[in-house]
């Protein structure tokens, strides 16, 4: 599973795990999990990047966390994103789509032109 | 392995539950992610080893969060500590100005402390601590001479030879040069009016010893002190003062007692030589000394009578005690070689720091600045238990708001935090408050002139950053003493005891009755001091009217100094005359007499030992004065006559002696017709005439035997003019001042100054007594001030104390008036006990300080009564404030709140 997948881009992780949490108050696997999920398991975090990650956007104000109960009744620690994350989640959203567009417009045109996909 | 710093062990301890938290996050990453391998069918361990394996390096990783959480722990402490702080003193700020009277209390406590400690502090540092602006000062000793004749310590005394054998021992000393002081008239210019000042006359290699460099110019050399070049090195103020500063000044001549100096440099402004209250105008070499004072001429090559100081730069490894021993023994070789240095010769050496203000005070200042640092450290210690005593019984009305807030979830640490950061405010209040007084009291001590022989002294005393940081540690020290047992106390009490048992948090009873005794203790010595500081000023405003035995009234003196000029005795007294044919010129004078001594200021030259009739005899001082002298200072000659104009050196000697000195050589018989000699081998001398006693070198002395000679027969180069005026006197020194600079440029008149002005200035004058009398008068102020304000903490602690029990009493019917005169009586019974305990001190002490006041001490009940009614009157208004809202208690809700 984990070598079929694409390697990370840098930056994008971050991007990543806020958009995880837009929607959602979840742990670090639950992160992982919708990031599998919801990239079809094209891309994978592994928790050397994941945590060290959570970690950092919370020192940035980005995201907060608490201890609560997981579905299991366990003990785990849950990450929301603050409202400044969510400024912040749009922000980087719009410029790296913007860098994804033009990479793609560049790339595919020149890709299909040479492989005749 | 470098060790943990305090902050990182803390930060470990803290940790402790971070490095939990992130194994618990991660391990629940791995549970999970096993859960889900088994969910797809995966047997239990096998499913756990795989998430294991899959989570991959999981103390690298785990060692990654820590150090984040750790950088972020930190950052949040401290931005915790900050908000914290600020709210503190938001709160404190805040808690200040809602109670202004207890503000104003406190911080007048504390800043009277602070301030009376500073002064000291500043003394302190000007005469003991703060180091001579010059390389290694430590490394300074100066060397004094004395012997068996002489006794005590002596400087200025040693001869040029002596020096030399000094500066020879290369094994003691880097270097040692020596130092006289002159007096100087200095002319900028030919024409210009001559200024005396003081010169230090020094060896060559005195500003290389120091390490000392010039503001502009050069400083002397050994060549210039060998070559005895007339060069001379201006002191900073001198130089800016009277030669404007200019740079140009290299390189001129100047007249120094009409002689031509040539200026080679100027000093350094932060440097003004090596005697601490002298300023000197200026340095020269110590070869030329004998060419601007005539009488230093034929002594500099002698070894007794020489006049020389000597300042040295010891050894690194060398101590003042191993100098000692060694000069020990120099002394006793030089002793041998040459008797006539006395028998006994010692040479005393002393750290420079050690022999301040001068020489002959050395080893003296140790003890009178303990004594000075131990009364503040009192006044110091008085204070800030007034301050807690204030604090307490604030911290005691306000226990249950604090107690709300520790209901609230304020923690211990918090509310003490806050309590001393009020205190610490408060202290910095204080700290403001104090150093205003302190610089305002500085600034009246050294406005007050001191002069020596009509030329003023440096005090020396300044406020400067050294003295401020010392106060600041202080302020703090005093903030926290006066701050942590009322924080510690309601803090521990808040929660506990009173909620519980309301109102009756506090210290305990020995407390209590500790603060009762120091309120006695203070009202016992705020009576003393103010007796003293009444008998004082009494003694003051008495000497104003006692009777110095001649009219100082429309009586102008001057004086001026042949001897800085080049006369001799004929052409001296031909000057003399001249002078006093100019001023006798001006209108409004009506007679005049020279002489030289002018009563308190300058009260006698000599002393001279007299035979009387059988074994009687006396020792008493001399003055050589004119003719007619008893009349025109109006003296009343009471048997035989005065001095006439015959009485010259043409006649036989003559004497006339006060009233005293006759009774005592010759009891029951007349004076006049009898001889005296004074000195064993000199003339005999005949008694002409016996005046009434008057008061010679003291305002404040009891009569003292006293002998006058007539001037014609006796030169002296220095003499005063004593004017009698028919005009008022203080109009007269203008052109007093003028019409004798018109005679000899050479000649200027000094301390033109009338004999009232005199007796009010001269440090033997009414100034003593009027300065003591100030200074008293500010310590009983002091003493008061923080008796007051103590009462009112002891009074209105009690007061916060009993309200529940007040309450309790006026509920079962007792008047506002009833509980008014109880707490009235306790601050009376406090200020009554302390009162009596004073004025027994009070009679003691006024025994003791007898001898320095004047006047009969009939007006003594007076002042006992007066001070004694007056501090029983402040310690009632003191206890009245807080008796006041004792009485404005509701009983209803001083039960309720308990």
């Known amino acids: 599973m984990a070598g079929d997948s694409v390697p990370l881009l840098k930056g994008s992780v971050d991007l990543l795990i806020m958009q995880a949490l837009a929607a959602r108050v979840t742990h670090g696997y639950g992160v992982m999990r919708w990031i599998e999920e919801a990239t079809g398991a094209e891309l994978q975090v592994d928790e050397g990047s994941l945590y060290p990650a959570l970690y950092r956007l919370e020192d940035r104000g980005w995201l907060v966390s608490e201890w609560g109960v997981s579905e299991n009744n366990r003990r785990a620690r849950f990450y929301r994103l603050t409202p400044k994350g969510r400024t912040q989640l749009k922000a980087e959203t719009g410029e790296f789509l913007r860098f994804a567009r033009a990479m793609f417009l560049a790339l595919e045109v020149q890709a299909g032109g040479v492989s005749g996909r | ?898």
């Open chain 2, 1 to 898: 392995m470098r060790e943990d710093t305090l902050w990182q062990r803390y930060w470990r301890y803290l940790s402790a539950g971070v490095r939990r938290d992130v194994d618990d996050e991660l391990a629940f990453h791995v549970e999970m992610r096993a859960n889900e391998l088994q969910g797809h069918g995966l047997p239990a361990d096998l499913a756990r080893r795989e998430a294991h394996r899959r989570f991959g390096d999981r103390t690298k990783i785990r060692a990654t969060l820590h150090r984040i959480e750790r950088k972020r722990g930190r950052r949040m402490t401290l931005s915790f500590l900050v908000q914290e702080l600020m709210q503190d003193v938001r709160y404190g700020i805040r808690g200040l100005f809602k109670r202004p009277g207890f503000t104003l209390m406190t911080a007048s406590s504390l800043a009277l402390g602070i301030a009376s400690t500073t002064v000291v502090l500043s003394l302190i540092d000007a005469y003991l601590l703060r180091p001579l602006p010059v390389k290694n000062p430590g490394e300074l000793v100066v060397i004094g001479a004395t012997n068996r004749a002489n006794g005590s310590m002596v400087a200025g005394v040693l001869g040029l030879p002596t020096v030399r054998d000094i500066a020879a021992r290369t094994d003691l000393f880097q270097g040692a040069a020596a130092t006289t002081m002159i007096t100087a008239a200095v002319r900028p210019a030919e024409n210009d009016p001559a200024d005396r000042g003081f010169f230090l006359g020094v060896t060559g290699n005195y500003f290389s010893v120091l390490g000392v460099s010039p503001s502009i110019g050069r400083m002397l050399t050994p060549d210039d002190d060998r070559q005895r070049e007339r060069v001379v090195v201006l002191g900073h103020r001198m130089w800016s003062s009277r030669f404007g500063g200019d740079p140009a000044v290299v390189g001129k001549t100047i007249r120094l007692n009409t002689v031509e100096f040539v200026v080679v440099g100027v000093a350094p402004p932060e440097f003004r030589g090596t005697e601490l209250l002298f300023d000197a105008a200026g340095f020269v070499p110590s070869g030329v000394v004998g060419i601007l004072d005539q009488g230093a001429k034929d002594r500099e090559a002698r070894r007794d009578g020489g006049r020389f100081t000597v300042i040295a730069r010891r050894q690194p490894n060398r101590t003042v005690a191993d100098i000692s021993s060694a000069l020990g023994v120099l002394a006793e070789q030089i002793e041998a070689a040459y008797p006539e240095v006395g028998e006994q010769f010692r040479l005393p050496v002393f750290l420079e720091s050690h022999a301040r203000p001068n020489l002959p005070s050395a080893g003296w200042m140790i003890p009178v600045a303990s004594v000075f640092a131990t009364l503040a450290l009192l006044v110091l210690l008085t204070a800030s238990v007034n301050a807690t005593n204030l604090i307490l019984a604030r911290g005691s009305t306000r226990a249950t708001e604090l107690a709300v807030r520790q209901a609230l979830g304020a923690s211990r640490g918090r509310l003490i935090s806050q309590l001393l950061t009020e205190t610490l405010l408060l202290a910095l209040l204080s700290l403001a408050c104090g150093w205003g007084l302190a610089r305002l009291a500085v600034g009246a001590l050294t406005s007050v002139p001191l002069a020596v022989d009509g030329l003023p002294l440096s005090w020396g005393v300044t406020l400067d950053l050294r003295v401020f940081g010392m106060t600041v540690v202080v302020t703090l020290l005093i903030g926290l003493l006066a701050g942590v047992g009322p924080a510690l106390s309601a803090s521990r009490f808040a929660l506990q005891q009173r909620l519980r048992e309301g109102g009756r948090a506090g210290l305990g009873r020995r407390g209590r009755r500790a603060r009762s005794a120091l309120v006695i203790v203070q009202v016992a010595a705020s009576l003393v001091v103010l007796v003293c500081a009444g008998l004082f000023v009494a003694s003051a405003k008495q000497a104003g009217k006692v009777d110095v035995g001649f009219r100082s009234d429309h009586l102008l003196t001057f004086g001026v100094d042949a001897g800085l000029a080049h006369y001799d005795q004929q052409t001296a007294r031909a000057a003399f005359d001249r002078i006093e044919g100019a001023v006798a010129r001006i209108p409004g004078t009506r007679s005049m007499v020279w002489a030289n001594t002018v009563p308190i200021k300058k009260g006698a030259v000599g002393m001279s030992e007299v035979q009387g009739d059988g074994d009687a005899r006396l020792g008493l001082f001399t003055a050589a004065v004119g003719p007619r002298y008893f009349e025109v200072l109006e003296m009343p000659v009471l048997e035989g006559r005065g001095f006439d104009v015959t009485d010259d050196s043409a006649h036989a000697g003559v004497v006339v002696v006060n009233r005293r000195a006759a009774e005592t050589l010759w009891p029951g018989k007349s004076a006049i017709g009898k001889n005296v000699r004074l000195d064993r081998s000199g003339p005999p001398l005949e008694v002409i005439g016996v005046v009434k006693d008057s008061r010679y070198l003291v305002i404040a002395e009891s009569p003292r035997p006293y002998l006058y000679r007539p001037l014609a027969q006796q030169y002296a180069p220095a003499v005063f003019l004593h004017i009698r005026t028919t005009v008022d006197a203080a109009g007269l020194i203008g052109p007093v001042r003028s019409a004798v600079a018109s005679i000899d440029k050479d000649l200027a008149p000094f301390d033109v100054r009338t004999m009232d002005d005199v007796l009010d200035t001269s440090p033997n004058g009414t100034l003593v007594l009027r300065l003591g009398a100030a200074f008293v008068s500010v310590i009983g102020l002091l003493a008061v001030a923080l008796t007051v304000v103590g009462l009112y903490g002891v009074i209105a602690y009690s007061v916060a104390q009993r309200t529940r029990e007040i309450g309790l009493r006026m509920a079962l019917g007792a008047t506002r008036w009833t509980v008014v005169r109880s707490i009235l009586a306790d601050g009376g019974k406090l200020a009554l006990t302390g009162i009596t305990i004073g004025v027994i001190g009070a009679v003691l002490v006024s025994r003791m300080v007898g001898g320095l006041l004047v006047g009969s001490r009939s007006a003594d009940a007076g002042i006992f009564t007066v001070v004694a009614i007056g501090l029983g009157l402040a310690a009632l208004l003191s206890s009245y404030l807080p008796a006041r809202r004792a009485a404005r208690i509701d009983p209803l809700k001083a039960l309720n709140d308990g």
